[in-house]
């Protein structure tokens, strides 16, 4: 089969894999129809990868058509039409079951796309192991354009400003307008905002943020202007999309005594001086993490169908799996 696959930074390459196969009684096999480049994935595409594999194929947003099954997956049949969480875990331990496959507690959480442990989604075809837990059919209502985005992009926008406590009527500050930033943005009216700052540098994502209905700010002046708005109270939650120290940092600077930051984005920094003092004495609430998927998908599902939250918006380009290499080249570029 041909598939999307890693061999070094910025060399992804449209290139041929083995067709997967069935490795226990519990997996399934995906026929791919669409999938999406994550903001995560450009880690891997920097040379930033999570493992030091080489060959494998990347990607962890798809949606497809269960094609062959094992003798153990009891929900799934073929000519389904399935959703596939990023995140996949056991499917049977206490905390998979409850949605939570992020923090397995049998040790098999995993992302697909990483490493060539659990092979990526970009392909014409994946394996999904514990199959019944880790695909869910589309529901009715849910259009392919929505599943895909519902399948890393929208539950993690969700996670995140979920995470950053935001109250009806409160004020919040969503760093970061890739897509995930967007959906954050929609999210967080949904979640009952008085009002939302959007912050970005690139002059058309601050402009999408703004049809969304957001203050969208370039971060060179997004402080100062918070402050002047705020009479120095700044805001009550703070979301972070991005996953560098210097936004964190923003993060903390724009958030209110006894305010909430959440931060979503991807992280690798090792050395983060977070400025405990600061954030004791002002009582500040800091949380982190990894968005597990279905955990969100029972209050995702019943919004995106009635038009509440709409992510099948921000998708941007359609291109075919063949021109994949272009695809990141484009990412890239933002």
Known sequence: MKALRYFGARDIRYDTMDDPALAGDRDAIVQMTACSICGSDLHIYHGHGFSGDIGFCVGHEAVGEVVEIGRGVQQLKVGDKVMIPAAVGCGACRSCLSGDVVHCDNGQGSCYGLSAQLQGVQAEAFRVPAADANAWRIPDGISD????????????????????????????????????????????????????????????????????????????????????????????????????????????????ARGTVSVIGVQQSRRYAFPLERAFAAGLTFRTGTCSVPEEWPALIPLVRAGRLRPERYISHRLPLSDGEEAYRLFDRR
């Open 145 to 256: 354009d929505q599943a895909l985005m519902m399948t890393d992009a929208l539950a993690t926008a969700w996670f995140g400003v979920r995470n950053a406590d935001v109250r009806p009527g409160g004020s919040v500050a969503i760093i970061g307008l890739g897509p995930i930033g967007l959906m954050a943005v929609e999210s967080a009216w949904v979640m009952g905002a008085g009002v939302v700052y959007a912050i970005d540098p690139i002059p058309e994502r601050r402009a999408l943020a703004e049809v969304a209905g957001a203050i969208a700010l370039h971060p060179d002046v997004a402080l100062d202007t918070i402050r002047e708005a705020t009479g120095g109270r700044k805001l009550e939650s703070v979301v972070e999309v991005v996953g560098g120290d210097a936004t964190v940092d923003m993060a903390l600077r724009l958030v209110m």
